[in-house]
């Protein structure tokens, strides 16, 4: 396993908000998995956001300000979490990101490409995950291949390498009815990595499962986080789970959605087990837990 990389959050450096601006991104690893040391979509911007603002209309007639001038800029291979009280903004920032939502106002680029959906550069994992019961494991893990009309051989290598990752390889031919909810999650895991995307959007992906489930699949998110190095953009309500997995947390607040703040995790990778509940992790829940305690 390779050693810790120097910038992401090392232990001698003491935790402390940034706002808007980002220290450079570490160095990514190699792991189990073939990746190329970044796909070729991926420029030097990251994922810029700009004055973003998003307002609903509503079915009275009304107006919801789900979003409010928010300014952003995500180092390519970041792992960021967006916490915050519901009706915060955070899908809605996450689907907007995702090309699968208008802004109202204001500008989102994704390496250096205004954000759009299909992009084969970007992937997204809901809470709920959307596999098809007629497909095996297997297939379903395929189907972005499919539908982007990708090299279904070599895609079909990184599949069992994947299922191996995610520990699913006897599962592989099984239909996915035979699947526990955590398995599924592990099934949509691999589908949102199968095409090597720059870019994993994930909207509260383990909120639905038990708290032992959910603590296994964080620990192979970021096992999988420090192999792969994909910029990995978070949701959630859950203030252990984005410390233990982010190197920033941007904490949000609602009516109008807003940033507040924007906390660098300061943990050592290689992360696992030991890191869950260690003095280091609480300190910086702490500091999320401050930065939100008006909202909790
Ligand atoms: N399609 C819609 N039409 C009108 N208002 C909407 C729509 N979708 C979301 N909203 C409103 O926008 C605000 C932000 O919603 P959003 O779902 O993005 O928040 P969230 O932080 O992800 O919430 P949660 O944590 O509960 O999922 C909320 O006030 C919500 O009611």
Not at 12 to 33: H, Y
Not at 79 to 89: A, I, Y
Not at 261 to 279: K, M, Q, T
């Amino acid at each position: 396993m390779p050693g810790p990389s120097p910038e992401a959050g090392s232990p001698s450096s003491s935790p402390r908000t940034t706002g808007t601006s980002i220290s450079p991104r570490r160095v990514r690893r190699r792991g189990a998995v073939t990746v190329t040391e970044q796909p070729p979509s991926v420029t030097r911007e990251g994922i810029t956001i700009q004055s973003l603002s998003k307002v609903y209309d509503t079915a009275d007639g009304g107006e919801v300000t789900a979003l409010r001038n928010i300014d952003l800029q995500i180092q390519p291979g970041e792992f960021v979490s967006f916490l915050g009280p519901s009706g915060c903004g955070k899908s809605t920032l996450l689907h907007i990101i995702a090309g699968l939502l208008p802004q109202t106002a204001g500008t989102v680029d994704v390496f250096g490409t205004p954000a759009a959906p299909g992009r084969q550069d970007s992937a997204i994992m809901l809470q709920t995950p959307v596999l098809f019961p007629w497909r095996s494991v297997l297939d379903n893990i395929l189907l972005p291949v499919e539908i982007l009309g990708l090299d279904r051989t070599s895609a079909t290598a990184r599949a069992h390498e994947l299922l191996e990752l995610t520990h699913l390889t006897e599962f592989a031919q099984k239909n996915v009815w035979e699947l526990s909810g955590g398995m599924r999650q592990r099934v949509s895991l691999a589908r949102a990595l199968v095409t090597d995307p720059a870019l994993l959007l994930m909207d509260e992906p383990f909120s639905a499962l038990d708290e032992f489930t959910r603590e296994r699949l964080n620990i192979e998110l970021a096992r999988l986080h420090e192999e792969l190095g994909r910029t990995t953009l978070f949701v959630t309500h859950n203030i252990s789970e984005a410390v233990f997995l982010s190197d920033r947390v941007v904490c949000m607040r609602p009516r109008p959605g807003e940033v507040i703040d924007i906390i660098d995790v300061d943990l050592p990778r290689p992360r696992g087990a030991e890191h869950l509940a260690s003095a280091a992790a609480i300190e910086n829940e702490s500091l999320v837990r401050e930065a939100i305690a008006e909202y909790i």
